[in-house]
């Protein structure tokens, strides 16, 4: 009796059967994702600004897949020509997001304001700017971000730079 053995490249649909041995899959060789799955992941989340949640929910697929994807772990020969793609039609390269896919856009006047309440806090009196979240809503960025530059993990130094000209009695803008 013959036995006939069927070579399966994994080259169906667009997958890689090294990605899924790569992703720790034993049974299965093909990824989850396709090329163009992944193309359109991209674009969802850099140009349209949809959620890893929602994303990872559409395509079936966990949310830690979807943040590698994103960020280029997986799939970096996607996620590079999508970049150049992006660069040669002349739009804009997606900017640092926080972890509800906002950009992050600090400016000048939120950066003194968020020094503002953190002296006013650790001088022990009523904060003259307002509660965090406050702050956060008037200058559009996101609260958990707001509390990232104050925690020091986000724009550290420019912060401190603010925070010691305001101690020093100037008006927090470092351009005077």
Same mark, same amino acid.
């Given at each position: 009796?013959?036995?006939?053995? +069927? ?34 992941? *991209?674009?969802?989340?850099? #140009? ?6 929602? !994303? ?7 949310? @830690? ?11 970096? *020969?996607?996620? *590079?020509?999508? &970049?150049? %793609?992006? +660069? ?6 997606? #900017?640092? &997001? ?8 600090? @400016? #000048? ?15 022990? %009196? ?7 979240? #406050? ?17 020091? @993990? !986000? ?11 305001? %101690?020093?009695?100037?008006?927090? &803008?470092?351009?005077?």
């Amino acid at each position: 009796m013959a036995v006939v053995l +069927k070579f399966d490249t994994g080259r169906s649909k667009g997958r890689s059967p090294v990605a899924g041995r790569a992703n720790g899959r034993r049974g299965k060789l093909r990824a989850k994702l396709t090329k163009n799955d992944v193309r359109d992941i *991209l674009v969802k989340y850099w #140009e349209e600004c949809q959620t890893l949640r929602a !994303l990872a929910r559409e395509y079936g697929v966990s949310t @830690t897949t979807i943040y590698r994807t994103v960020q280029g772990h997986t799939w970096p *020969l996607e996620y *590079l020509r999508w &970049r150049r %793609e992006v +660069k040669a039609e002349g739009r804009r390269l997606p #900017e640092r &997001r926080d972890m509800y896919n906002q950009p992050v856009r600090f @400016t #000048e006047p939120c950066i003194v304001e968020l020094a503002r309440f953190e002296l006013a806090v650790n001088v022990g %009196e009523p904060s003259p700017v307002g509660s965090v979240a #406050e702050v956060a809503a008037r200058h559009g960025v996101s609260q958990s971000a707001a509390y990232r530059v104050l925690q020091g @993990t !986000l724009h550290a130094t420019w912060f401190d730079a603010v925070y010691d000209d305001l %101690e020093r009695g100037g008006s927090g &803008r470092l351009d005077d």
